[in-house]
């Protein structure tokens, strides 16, 4: 028993030493910091039902089983059709201020790593699999090729053809980035809004800031404003009900009841702050925007 134990023991020290690295294997593969952390556990319980005397290279190991768990998660993601990747933000993002402070900077690197994942995810389950093992992780074709049933060669042109549609999609990358950093002040403002941070909503609006009504608005009662101070008074301590949308495009925010939008708030950001934010309630207005609610 403790000849069990030491062994135990050991393995999950080992185990905890390589963690990071089967993470950012199944984030990549996976687009999601949930299921990349339900692979890295599926990864942990494979190995200690293993005979770990066997295995010389747990490093290499660990690396194929962790692909492995995702390379089946995905085929089953597509198997019930189910959307591998919404347009959203990363799972975790700091406030957004100003300037290029570390938290800004943590923001635009999410941002570069969504982009990354969206285009990923227009990549089948396999090309996925041969392009961010090999690519990304340096995993030789020779390992790949048997997970994916397929020779070397196969496996080869799997990264190849994924590599190909990577690097053509500089455009979308890019539009991808800037709805990230979109989504991150959006949230970050609506968050303060609901808060009542007015020292939050302050470092999120620019100086010079615009609160603008529609006619239909002005009727139920908006009032419009300009000026940092006058916005965040405007805002603080509502937008309760309010969500994270795509807006004509753009992320913005809408209030629905019973499902149907009744309102909208298109927002103009630049630099990392909210420059205008224009509130949409006619009708014919908010039926001709193309609205698409984003995930929490």
Known sequence: MDDEMTELNWLAAQFEQNRPHLRAIAYRMLGSATEADDAVQDTWLRLTRSRSDAIENLGGWLTTVVGRVCLDMLRSRTARREDAFAVSAPDTIPSVGAGSDPEHEAVLADSVELALLVVLDTLTPAERFAFVLHDLFAVPFDEI?????????AARQLASRARRRVRGTPARASRTRDLARQRAVVDAFLAASRGGDLAALLRLLDPEAV?????AALEMGATEASGAPA????????ARVARSALVGGDVGAVWSVDGAPRTAFRFTIADGRVVAID??????????????????
Do not use: H, Q, Y
Not at 145 to 153: D, F, L, M, Q, Y
Not at 211 to 215: C, S, Y
């Open 211 to 215: 609160f603008r009504a529609d006619a």
């Open 231 to 238: 916005v965040a008074d405007i805002f603080a301590g509502r």
């Open 145 to 153: 090729a048997p997970i994916v049933g397929k020779t070397p060669a």
């Open 279 to 296: 509130l949409v309630a006619d009708p014919t207005s908010l039926a001709a925007l193309d609205i698409e609610l984003l995930e929490p």
